[in-house]
C-alpha cells in the first residue's frame, strides 16, 4: 500500500497545478481584501474587495494663484521676472511695522525680505499660506528659524549678493586710513592746507590685521 501514494499523487499533479493557475485570480496590490466564494465546480475562487480610503486628489500650484510679496525695495529685475511667470507680486520700497506686516502676511505664499524686516513667531504664526521666505541678503537672523522649519516654511538667503561690494569698500577704507583721507579732508574744510606724508604709507607689501572679539568666551 505504502508505494501506491507516490503513484496517485504523480497522477494528479498536473490536473491540481492547472486547476490552481485558473481558478485565483491574484492581485498584488497591498491595499487589498480578499474573500473566497463558493465556485461552481465546488471549490471556492478568490476574488479582490478594494478597501482604499478615496484619496484627495492633488494637483500643483497655478502660478496665477500665488500671492508674492517683496519688501525693502527689491531689485526690478526680480520683480520683473516674476511677474512675466504670472505670479501675484506686491512690492514695497520699506520695510512695515510688526501690525501693519501681520496684516499683509496673511493671504501670501512667498516673502522677500532683507534685513530690516523681522518675521518673529508672532509674525509667521499668521501665515497660513506662507511657504517660503526669500531674505535678499547674507544673513538670515531676521527670521524665526526654529519656528519656520517646525511649521514646513522654507527660509533661503543670498550669501554671495554682496561680495563683490563690501571686498571694494574694505580696499577703499584700508587705503583711506593708510593714507589719512580722513583727517586732510577734515582739515580742507576748515581751510587748512597740510601736505604731510609722515606716517603715510602704501598698502602694498603691508598685512592687514581685524582684531575681532567673539561674544562666545571660554
Known amino acids: 500500500m ?3 501514494a507516490p503513484r496517485e499523487i504523480a497522477r494528479n499533479g498536473p490536473k491540481l497545478s492547472r ?4 481558478s485565483f485570480d491574484i492581485a498584488t496590490s497591498p491595499s487589498a481584501s480578499f474573500h473566497s466564494p463558493v465556485h461552481s465546480s465546488g471549490g471556492r475562487r478568490l476574488s479582490r ?8 486628489q492633488l494637483k500643483p500650484f497655478a502660478t496665477e494663484d500665488i500671492k508674492i510679496l517683496l519688501l525693502e ?3 526690478q529685475t526680480g520683480r520683473d521676472l516674476l511677474s512675466k511667470q504670472g505670479y501675484q507680486v506686491e512690492f ?12 499683509k502676511i496673511r493671504d501670501v505664499h512667498v516673502i522677500g525680505i532683507r534685513s530690516k524686516t523681522k518675521l ?3 509674525v509667521l504664526e499668521e501665515a497660513k499660506n506662507l511657504i517660503v521666505v526669500g531674505c535678499f541678503c547674507i544673513g538670515t537672523n531676521q527670521v524665526d528659524l526654529e519656528y519656520a522649519a517646525k511649521h514646513g516654511i522654507a527660509v533661503f538667503n543670498s550669501p554671495f549678493s554682496n561680495s563683490r561690494s563690501v571686498a571694494e569698500l574694505v580696499i577703499a577704507e584700508i587705503i583711506t586710513l ?4 580722513g583727517d586732510r579732508s577734515l582739515e580742507m574744510h576748515k581751510g587748512t592746507w597740510n601736505k604731510v606724508s609722515s606716517k603715510c604709507w602704501e ?3 603691508k598685512t592687514l590685521g581685524a582684531p575681532y572679539e567673539s561674544k562666545f568666551k571660554k
Not at 486547476?19 to 485558473?22: E, H, L, P, Y
Open 2 to 4: 505504502a508505494p501506491s
Open 19 to 22: 486547476t490552481v493557475s485558473s
Open 49 to 56: 474587495t478594494s478597501t482604499r480610503p478615496s484619496v484627495k
Open 73 to 75: 525695495n527689491v531689485n
Open 92 to 103: 514695497l520700497k520699506t520695510s512695515l511695522p510688526e501690525e501693519q506686516l501681520i496684516e
Open 120 to 122: 518673529t513667531a508672532r
Open 178 to 181: 593708510a593714507r589719512q583721507l
Open 203 to 205: 598698502v602694498r607689501g
